[in-house]
Each structure stands twice: as C-alpha cells, then as structure tokens.
C-alpha cells in the first residue's frame, strides 16, 4: 500500500492516508475522506510504499484550484461562525469559551470546538447556530490541552507547540519527570502554554530514569576525596554529584564531584518479572 502523510490546517498533525493509486508529491493540495465528510489537506511528503494491511481513509483526488478558492471562501465563514458562536454564547450567558469552527469541505456539517469547567447546557445555542448556519452543527468539549494543540503558538522554548505540530497522542506526564530531571519546580518553568505540565517533560524521561540508577539517592551519605558528605544534586547531563559539607560550627559548603571520585551505596533496581 502507497502511504502519503497528509497535514490539514497549518498548524495539525500529520495523519496518514492511502495514497488510492495517484501520483502525488509533497506540498501538492488533496482532498481526502474524514468522519465528518471531505477535507482539504496538504500532502507533506513523498508517497511511500509500506507493507500494511491495515485500513487508512483514502485520498480521494488532488485539489484543484476550484477547490482552492473554495476553501478560502469556507475560511472566511468559519472565521465568521466563530464570531457569531461567541456573540450567541454571550447571549445566552453560558460559562464555556468557543476556540474554533470547521466546516466540512462540503459543507454539509460545522462543528464548534470549545472548552468550560464542567457541563454546559447548550440546547439554545444549537438552536442559534442551526437557524443562522442552515446545516448539521455540532459542538464538541475538548480540555485545555486541546485548546493548545487546535490554537498553536510558540511555547517556552521558542519552537511551534509540540501537540499542535507533530504529537498525534498526548503523553502521560508526572511531576517526578520534573523532579527526575533536576528542574525547578516552578510552574512558569514546567508548565506550557495550557497550563499544564510540558509535553515534552516525557521526551527523555527513560533516559533519565537509566542514568539515575547509576547516581546516589538524594539526602544520601556518600565517601568523597575529602570525607563523607551528603548528596543535594544529581547533574545527570554531566555525570557529577553535589555534596554538602557540614562543618563544626554549623555552617557548610557543597562542592561537586564527577560520579566516578565518590563511592556509595548502589540503588536496588526493583525486578520487573513477566505477568503469568
């Protein structure tokens, strides 16, 4: 089977489609098959054979500039719908926040995209929608972390927001990640733009986790070159401990040493036998 990776809006995910036979290279404007309906998309790589047999949607054909113009017309009402959405909701004094409108490429549906703290009670709002848009509407919840990956930007590494482009998934991520990998714990440092924990907190966990096995437990007593100290950081990048002297008179002194100068107790690395 002929696989291309096709890519719909700016700013979503890749997704891969059956290539149905045609010629197609990357950059080149598609038109493919959704649950909703048809949707313009753009091709973002070479069509590539694999060996599958399982089912992809199909391309369906290659965009025409008919097709072009078209979707500029139906971004144009979309950017309306979302206006109006949000005039209605003010209306009928709701507590949710529409983020997005997207028509199906036939238009034969529009679904709005919003995010509200709990349930929300929108039967007058669809009847809004529905008598001012004269189609299918539906409305669909989604959490903050959603929002992000629909709205994108630039997140606090100055890079595009990893869900918006290229997560398809959103990983599970846990405080310890933070704490493994030595960072402070401030949520301006380990939060991204939805507010929640970074995404990317998960990216080199394992590896983390790997080297600190090798390392002494924080609050630990380790031997060191110049006597016995405890442990207060784990640089894993650069393989060094900090240990803090205390002295007589109550105060102290941390002074960092490379992993292989001190000697400790090794962790015990809990077995992971195989479930019967």
Not at 7 to 12: D, E, M, Q, T, W
Not at 50 to 70: N, P, S
Not at 203 to 211: F, L
């Amino acid at each position: 089977m002929q696989i291309v990776k096709v890519r719909f809006k700016s700013n979503g995910e890749l997704i891969d489609y059956n290539a149905n036979d045609l010629f197609i290279k990357k950059g080149q404007a598609v038109i493919c098959e959704s649950e909703n309906g048809l949707v313009f998309g753009v091709a973002e790589t070479d069509k590539v054979e694999i060996d599958t047999t399982g089912e992809f949607k199909k391309i369906v054909r290659l965009a025409t500039d008919g097709d072009k113009k078209k979707l500029e017309d139906i971004e144009k009402k979309q950017k309306y719908a979302i206006s109006f959405a949000k005039k209605m909701v003010r209306k009928h004094n709701l507590e949710m926040k529409v983020i997005d409108a997207e028509y199906t490429f036939d238009m034969s549906k529009l679904v709005f995209t919003f995010t509200a703290d709990g349930r929300v009670d929108f039967r007058d709002l669809l009847k809004s929608l529905a008598g001012e848009f004269k189609t299918r509407i539906e409305l669909k919840q989604v959490g903050v972390r959603d929002e992000a990956k629909i709205l994108g930007g630039l997140g606090p590494c100055g890079r595009p927001l990893c869900c918006a482009n290229h997560l398809k998934d959103f990983a599970k991520v846990g405080i310890k990640m933070a704490k493994d990998q030595g960072l402070s714990l401030n949520p301006s440092g380990i939060n991204g733009v939805c507010g929640r924990l970074m995404c990317c907190l998960a990216y080199e966990e394992d590896d983390y986790v790997k080297a600190l096995e090798k390392m002494p437990k924080l609050n630990s007593r380790v031997k060191t070159p110049d006597g016995e100290g405890v442990v207060t950081f784990n640089n894993v990048l650069k393989d060094e401990v900090s240990v803090k002297f205390i002295n007589e008179d109550g105060s102290y002194n941390i002074k960092d040493y490379a992993l292989g100068e001190i000697s400790f107790e090794k962790r015990q690395v809990a077995s992971n036998p195989k479930q019967e």
